[in-house]
């Protein structure tokens, strides 16, 4: 399994960006997850291999949305409202579930990472 991320890049707070995440062809509940520097890795967004059910922490909800369509094998995550605080690496993951994980220890297969830089 291939995971191929992209879109990120530098944004103005308050701005918007959508990364997309290219699986090789099969279909699994996935995951993006961020890292910012001297922090841990943490979940951002996930959804189900159905694309009916998606989780968000309390500091993306509201601004971040997950979606999927399965025909294409991709997965995307729009940012909108960026603030400082959301600048990080981010990376999707795959878990062989018809359910998401919360935990990065869910997951088994992981793309690189695209960078996200939010400037004040």
């Known amino acids: 399994v291939q995971l191929q991320a992209s879109g990120g890049g530098l944004v103005q707070a308050g701005g918007s960006l959508r990364l997309s995440c290219v699986d090789s062809g099969r279909t699994f509940s996935m995951g993006w997850f961020r890292q910012a520097p001297g922090k841990e890795r943490e979940l951002a967004a996930a959804?189900?291999?159905?694309?009916?059910?998606?989780y968000y922490p309390d500091s993306v909800k509201g601004r971040f949305t997950i979606s999927r369509d399965n025909a294409k094998n991709t997965v995307y995550l729009q940012m909108n409202s960026l603030k400082p605080e959301d600048t990080a690496v981010y990376y999707c993951?795959?878990?062989?579930?018809?359910?998401?994980?919360?935990?990065?220890?869910?997951?088994?297969?992981w793309g690189q990472g695209t960078l996200v830089t939010v400037s004040s």
């Open positions: 993951a795959a878990v062989r579930s018809a359910y998401y994980g919360l935990v990065r220890s869910s997951y088994d297969y």
């Open positions: 959804i189900n291999r159905n694309g009916d059910s998606t």
